[in-house]
């Protein structure tokens, strides 16, 4: 079946305690992305990669960091969480220009 | 401004109602254009690519002004399993994906 999966769907942690947030798809998709979700704000593009080593900053990239060092994998880092990235995260994938999401994660920073 | 704006609604019609939502975005430069449906605590999926010549699929149809920057949706005949949030998309293209969301019209579709 195809699909995107993340890693962890719920997760409450503290300040500063690092985190990563996994995403696989098996899709062979080139383009891999991380969104975020917030009441009223919509889906905003943290980061995205075109290509294995290839990634680039979406529009609220602050505090987060990724790496695609397999087509398959595309991980969200958080090194040092605040309070202010609790939110729910999507990654997508696509070959073109239609994205499919995974089931999000909901992440809570106390 | 935001760059794609829509009425976040929400939208309560009964069922069988024809509703259309709107949506403008600012960037000329922008490339490619779609309608997104998120269920509640799901994720966003795909209700169809948005073109200058018009698109229908079924009940639904959708259109582009690329002179006015505006999108639209008409969804016919609303059926209650319509309700959901409607999403908005804007790829910019350049330079690779990147892509603008929407906050989303809610619409509820009543018996």
């Known amino acids: 079946e195809a699909q995107v999966t993340q890693n962890p769907r719920y997760l409450i942690t503290v300040t500063g305690k690092k985190l990563t947030v996994t995403c696989s798809q098996n899709m062979n998709h080139e383009y891999m992305s991380w969104y975020r979700q917030d009441p009223g704000l919509g889906l905003r593009q943290i980061y995205y990669s075109m290509n294995v080593e290839v990634t680039d900053k979406g529009d609220v990239p602050e505090g987060y960091k990724v790496s695609r060092k397999e087509k398959r994998n595309f991980p969200l880092i958080l090194e040092s969480p605040s309070p202010n990235q609790t939110s729910l995260y999507f990654c997508a994938s696509s070959s073109q220009e239609t994205q499919y999401f995974g089931p999000g994660t909901r992440l809570l920073v106390l | ?111």
Request: hydrophobic content about 35%; overall charge positive.
């Open chain 2, 1 to 111: 401004r935001k760059e794609v704006e829509q009425d976040p609604g929400p939208f309560n019609v009964p069922e069988g109602a024809t509703v259309a939502f709107n949506c403008t975005y600012s960037n000329s430069a922008s490339q490619s254009f779609f309608w997104y449906r998120q269920d509640c605590r799901k994720e966003p999926k795909l209700l169809m690519s948005v073109y200058s010549s018009g698109n229908e699929d079924g009940r639904f149809t959708a259109q582009l002004n690329r002179a006015s920057q505006y999108i639209s949706l008409l969804i016919r005949d609303s059926k209650l399993s319509d309700s959901a949030t409607y999403l908005c998309v804007v790829n910019l293209g350049y330079g690779g994906f990147k892509t603008i969301f929407g906050a989303g019209t809610r619409l509820f579709v009543k018996a």
